[in-house]
């Protein structure tokens, strides 16, 4: 399978972003299942049913905070946006052989005077 033919799939299927909100929606079914449960305790009465109800509603929005920061996350390499980082790590790293070669020239310098 070529790249042309890899990119139609993507293209085709939707990609990382389709993957991240069906992972999204898909935790989410059971979650609000669960409000649900919480709603019809607080409606009958039942103690402490109001803490259920605030779990429920706590956990959707920390689920749904992951959601779009994996969405960020995801466009933001799709976009090209995080090519600065590896510039900059390969920029660090010719930094490091450099300082390495001149530490291991000052360290045998250092030997053959003692």
Known sequence: ????EKLNIVKKLGGWER???FSGVLLTVPLFALLGTAIYSLATD????HMGVLL?????LVLWAIVWGMLWIVT???????????????????ELKEEN??????LAELTRDK
């Not at 429920?56 to 959707?60: F, H, R, V």
């Not at 390499?77 to 010719?94: P, T, V, W, Y």
């Not at 070669?101 to 000052?106: A, F, I, S, V």
């Open 1 to 4: 399978m070529n790249e042309s």
């Open 56 to 60: 429920s509603i706590i956990s959707l």
């Open 101 to 106: 070669e001149r530490l291991k020239k000052q």
């Open 19 to 21: 993957m991240v909100i």
């Open 76 to 94: 933001g390499f799709r976009n090209g946006e995080f090519d600065d980082l590896k510039e900059n790590s390969s920029n660090i790293l010719a």
């Open 46 to 49: 039942r103690p402490e049913a």
